[in-house]
C-alpha cells in the first residue's frame, strides 16, 4: 500500500469525494465521472457519450460545508431517471 492510497482513505473528506463519485456512477454506469476538490471547492463533472452533460461546482465556506451540499445535491440527482 501507498502513503498516497492511506491518506486518501484516512481523511473523512475524501471518503466523502469517493462517496460522491460511487452514487454518481451506479446512477450513470455508462458516463465519466469525476469529482474534483480545490478546498474549499468540490466540483462534480459527468460526461456522456464523450461530451459534457452536466458540472455543478460549489463554494462554501468550509470543505465539509462544500461538500455536505454537493450530497444534497448528487443525492437529488440520483431520485431522477436518467
Do not use: K, N
Not at 454518481?24 to 480545490?38: E, F, G, K, M, N
Amino acid at each position: 500500500m501507498s502513503a498516497e492510497w492511506l491518506d486518501r482513505t484516512a481523511s473523512p473528506e475524501m471518503g466523502r469525494a469517493d462517496a460522491i463519485a460511487r452514487d454518481l456512477r451506479a446512477q450513470y454506469p455508462d458516463a465519466t465521472v469525476r469529482v474534483a476538490i480545490s478546498s474549499p471547492v468540490v466540483e462534480v463533472s459527468i460526461a456522456r457519450d464523450g461530451r459534457a452533460w452536466l458540472t455543478t461546482r460549489i463554494h462554501g465556506a468550509t470543505l465539509a460545508e462544500s461538500l455536505a451540499e454537493m450530497s444534497r445535491v448528487v443525492a437529488g440527482l440520483c431520485e431522477v431517471t436518467p
